[in-house]
């Protein structure tokens, strides 16, 4: 040691050659700035809020919004307070964050998997969807939806019917239902248990026959009743109605769901789909050649290679990237205002200027597609978990 | 201990090399005070040049033609103000801004004032924020529908879609209409005027809602103009007029009697064209009206002869309402309530005294 420990005599050139000196130095310097930073920024918007006569605060969330919203998940009048109003916009906002994910996955998949296909049309018509939908803005693709896709549809008394099922016209798209909400939420709420159900059947069933070699036909069988219950519920128990056309135009029963939603899920779906089928490419591209050769040398068609062989491990590569595009497509949720449906931001817009108060309005904006964000990737995070190489 | 020791001493060092730093950061932030307490006033002279929030879209308002030249009733207003603070009618810049943008772009400093169909109320007045300068056009909220839909009053729109801006008083108002005869209809609210007219147009909404004048100014852009009525509704009532940001007297004073002058100036029966004859007047008022007698204008922080340059420039308040919407232009709108009160409308001016 060059230097006292007890420090009698300070050697200011052994500290400043001292290597851990300027790590703490820089890290204390950083933290400083960021700091500095923030007082300036955050003593700005004080000193302007002070200047204009007004405290932060979020009291005025309990005032009555007074504007009337066209589409929503849950009871609103217009006298309601400016927080159910949100709440509303937060709703319409998740039915189309749901349905999107939902949608871009299927879409996403099919499309990237297809690029692989050894059929020529199957084929480049998954790289012309890539390389059309991924280098157009998205904003540019919602008005080219809504406008020229959906706004060329015909006026409700001229309106198309769709195999006696459901009808187009330029308001909306008309579909059975569900006669109440309450049933509708049950028989999603079956789906979802049914094929979490079947999910973890097959995967017992597998283990049974690799394990015992035995045939597995009990946990089939669970299989087939549970889908021919999930079925039954679904067909009997849901109380279908099913649209029907007013003399003179327009439609009662079904669910209508309204242009705005149509057009912003379709452009969504479409444009994240893009991006996923490249990744989803870029997934089943990285599993070693090998992998397939040695699989086709087994005997196992090209099917069943993809199915059981290249995509699990391609899954390793996917999850990860999926992740972000889920929460692109949560974000880009917000340019649907643009096209007039009323999801959180265009009601905090809405919100923000009819009570003058952006800074805290847009605080409630950002936490909400932060814990959204955040809520994706918890949940991807155990998805991507549980396909990653388990070392044995 | 001697880690500690260590971690004193950077953190000592760092802070004196801060410290230099951190006394500037307060000079700075002193004079962001400083100049924050200051009048826009002083702002814009410094400049040169005024920033002025408009519309852009509504012919007769605020249009901006091919060329890029803006005109109307609230781009004249804006020019008024330049030449009162500036003694030039050119020396603006406007900034195109939508109804949800227009308020956070006025508390920001983006523009120094709003002169862009903004309606006077009382929650934008005390909780917005704002200060809501003398009104420039006197208008109410009107229904645009298609001549053939068979919709002849408010209650005929149950189960109806109904185009509208988001961010606008007309937004609230329909609301409250609606709620009033207790029927249920369709909202579809867009962010931009734009793009809910083209909604209406290509037929997603039966009815168009907004201030009257600007229906009757936007239907003149719509493909068909001649298949498209009004209602014979008044909804609510609009007084729209230029607006600048609370607690800054000194500019809105400037503000909002430039506007009097206007008004003021017809009264008298000063023109662009005869604005030189009054030189030299008898008439004591007009004198002090034109600055050649008195301290009006520099006593605003203008100069004396401010309403001299804007008459000569833009003109009163008659001509600038006939040249935009009035019976020059293809509007022809009649004065209506927008006539002075000496002709039994509500255009009134305080005195200049």
Known sequence: MAHDSGGKSFDLKAMLRDERFWKIAFQVITLLVVFLLLSFFLGNLNRNLIQMGRAFGFSFLLNPAGFSIGESLIQYRPNDPYWRALMVGLGNTLTLVAAGIFLTTLLGTAAGVASFSKNWLVHRLSRIYVGLVRNVPLLLQLFFWYFAIFGALPSPDEQIGVLGLGFLNNRGVYIPWASSAVLAVLGIAATIGAAIAAFYLWQWRTKIRIETGAGGQAQAIAVAVLGLVWLAIIVFGMNWTVPEGVEGGGVTGGLRLSREYVAALTSLVFYTSAFVAEIVRAGIQSVSKGQWEAARSLGLHAGIVMRLVVFPQALRVIIPPMNSEYMNLTKNTSLAFAIAFPEMYSVATTTYNQTGRPVEVFVVLMATYLILCLLITLVMNQFNRAVQFKER | ??????????????????????????????????????????????????????????????????????????????????????????????????????????????????????????????????????????????????????????????????????????????????????????????????????????????????????????RSTLPNPDEHVLLEVTMSKEPLGPVTINNDSAWFDVVKWTTYGLIQAEEFGITAENVATFEGTENPDIARFLGAEGTLGTDMGLPNDFMAQVISQVGNYGEIYERNVGLDSQFELERGQNALWTEGGLMYSPPFR
Do not use: H
């Open chain 2, 1 to 218: 201990m001697r880690k500690w020791g260590l971690l004193a001493a950077a953190l000592g060092l760092t802070m004196a090399a801060c410290g230099g730093g951190t006394t500037t950061t307060a000079d700075g932030g002193e004079e962001g005070v400083a100049t924050a307490g200051g009048s826009r006033l002083d702002v814009v002279k410094d400049r040169g040049q005024l920033l002025c929030g408009v519309d852009g879209g509504i012919p007769g308002f605020s249009f901006v033609d091919e060329s890029g030249t803006y005109s109307g009733i609230d781009v004249d207003v804006c020019k008024a103000v330049a030449a009162a603070v500036l003694g030039d009618a050119e020396a603006v810049e406007y900034r195109r801004l939508d109804s949800t943008e227009r308020f956070t772009a006025l508390s920001g400093g983006e523009v120094d004032m709003l002169s862009r169909n903004t309606t006077w109320t009382v929650s934008r007045d005390t909780s917005v924020g704002l200060e809501f300068a003398p009104t420039t056009f006197f208008d109410g909220q009107g229904m645009l529908v298609r001549a053939d839909s068979g919709i002849e009053g408010l209650e005929d729109f149950a189960g109806q879609a109904i185009c509208v801006e988001t961010g606008t008083t007309t937004e609230l108002n329909l609301t409250d209409q609606m709620r009033q005869i207790s029927v249920d209809f369709e909202p579809v609210v867009f962010q931009d005027a734009d793009a809910a007219y083209a909604a209406y147009a290509e037929g997603r909404c039966e009815g168009m809602t907004s201030d009257k004048s600007q229906l009757v100014a936007r």
